[in-house]
């Protein structure tokens, strides 16, 4: 328990992660305890998936990557502990909103309030017409953010934004141009 703990908290540290999501974290690899669910996983698989449910949980926008990155297991692996503590701990886990991830990607590329405003508005028209159904929150975001910053003339490459994103400049562009031709005369600064 005490190593699964340590490993949650450098975790947590290498992230930076709110002091909520740890407790969280702590909390719900105590209840795998319990269950009996960490026998035949590796401790390091269980406290990232659950580092990622205890972020998911609180709405806080964080990738499987970037949980990989700071810990020793692979993407494949945190996600199929996820799935199995998700499973067995009988968690209801909405999925992750765009919005969310707009606050992150403004801090990343310190874009001014304005543009982090315009790309909210941006991203409730869409979700007005269903434009974010059935897309990923992170490439919706990012298109958002990217047109937010064309409207205020803070110009963002999309290369920029792929790369904090993750996602391809191909899916940025693609979701820009729908973005624009479906809700243009939508859009009031």
């Known amino acids: 328990m005490s190593f699964a703990l340590s490993e949650i908290a450098k975790i947590s540290n290498h992230l930076n992660l709110p002091k909520n999501i ?23 698989s269980v406290t990232a998936a659950a580092i990622y449910l205890a972020c ?47 606050t992150k990607f403004s801090n990343q590329l310190t874009m001014h309030g304005k543009v982090e405003e315009i790309a909210h508005k941006i991203i409730a028209a869409a979700k007005e017409v269903k434009l974010t159904s059935g897309r990923g929150p992170t490439g919706v975001a990012a298109a958002a953010s990217y047109v937010a910053s064309v409207l205020t003339g ?36």
């Open 154 to 189: 803070e110009r963002i490459t999309q290369r920029e934004l792929a790369e904090i994103a993750q996602v391809t400049e191909v899916t940025i562009r693609n979701s820009y141009k729908e973005l624009v031709e479906r809700l243009m005369f939508q859009i009031s600064i």
């Open 56 to 102: 998911r949980q609180c709405s806080l926008p964080r990738t499987l990557d970037e949980i990989s990155q700071a810990s020793t297991v692979n993407k494949k692996e945190i996600g199929r502990s996820y799935r199995f503590l998700i499973k067995e701990l009988d968690y209801a886990i909405p999925p992750p909103r765009p919005s969310q991830y707009i």
């Open 22 to 44: 740890l407790e969280t974290a702590s909390v719900i690899y105590r209840k795998a305890l319990k269950a009996r669910l960490i026998l035949g996983r590796s401790i390091q």
